[in-house]
């Protein structure tokens, strides 16, 4: 028994420190914002989201009570989300700060409003318990399933310019710390969408490894095509950590420059640590 309780607790305090890690992956992408003085080109509904994510991990933590790791990992990602979305809102133009409350009244206000209510007045604690935890599995999957559309744009280009390997590394190795420690707590909430968050680690560093020494090329795409990219990949911005998405016109402009490209780079692959527990 103490050894089984040693082991959850290696893996949560792994699993907490690489999703430290991950977490601050956003920074560069802030930087260049700061440098700027404007977010314009960048989007804050990946910080949005990622919040929301923390808020309902926290919520499930504090129902099932002795989940320390879950707790302390996303309240941090409360904090961190929370001062990127207000350095976004600072540099942002008006229609920008605009379109961020909006999101937040409709993600963070109303959403996790509405799944507090239909929840916490349950009488049974175990449904509620239940309800939440498939809610918070459903979130994290879908997060996970995300980068496939980053997977495409490699396999279609046949390079990983988009692609960070540091960072599909360190990803994958929070799926594995978070899936053993939901796996010994016998906790299928947690375990479950780390599986999907590991698989798809792998698969992004097998490409790595098929493309790392291809030749780059120069792609030109549709702006519709590069719209749909970013519908298809809009969830990911929960693991936690996501960071800025440049938007189609900084490329029909040529501008941004490399700045924004390694932006895009970065969010595609950041995902909150708390939407990936």
Not at 33 to 50: A, C, D, H, N, R
Not at 67 to 75: G, Q, T
Not at 125 to 136: A, D, Q, S
Not at 238 to 251: G, L, R, S
């Amino acid at each position: 028994m103490a050894l089984h309780l040693s082991w959850v607790s290696v893996f949560g305090d792994l699993g907490v420190i690489v999703s430290f890690m991950v977490a601050f992956s956003p920074l560069p992408a802030f930087y260049q914002i700061y440098k700027k003085k404007t977010s314009e080109g960048f989007q804050s509904l990946p910080y949005v989201t990622s919040l929301f994510s923390a808020m309902l991990w926290i919520y499930y933590a504090l129902l099932k009570k002795n989940e320390m790791h879950l707790i302390i990992i996303n309240i941090f990602c409360c904090f961190i989300q929370s001062f990127y979305i207000v350095t976004y809102f600072y540099y942002g133009r008006k229609k920008e700060k605009l379109d961020a409350v909006k999101l937040m009244l409709l993600i963070n206000v109303f959403g996790s409003g509405l799944i507090f209510f239909s929840t916490y007045f349950l009488h049974n604690p175990k449904t509620r318990l239940c309800i939440l935890g498939y809610i918070c599995l459903g979130f994290s999957a879908s997060t996970y399933a995300a980068p496939l559309a980053i997977v495409r744009k490699v396999i279609k280009t046949k390079s990983v310019e988009f692609m960070p390997f540091t960072l599909s590394v360190f990803l994958t190795i929070q799926a594995v710390m978070w899936f053993f420690y939901g796996l010994l707590k016998k906790d299928i909430n947690i375990a479950g969408p780390n599986i999907l968050g590991f698989i798809f680690g792998i698969l992004q560093m097998i490409l790595y490894a098929i493309y790392k020494n291809h030749p780059k090329k120069m792609v030109v795409e549709d702006p519709k095509l590069q719209l749909s990219d970013q519908l298809e990949s809009v969830v990911s911005s929960d693991v936690n950590t996501t960071a800025p998405q440049p938007k189609d016109k900084d490329y029909n402009n040529g501008g941004g420059g490399g700045g924004d490209v390694e932006a895009q780079n970065i969010k595609k692959y950041t995902l909150d640590a708390s939407q990936k527990v």
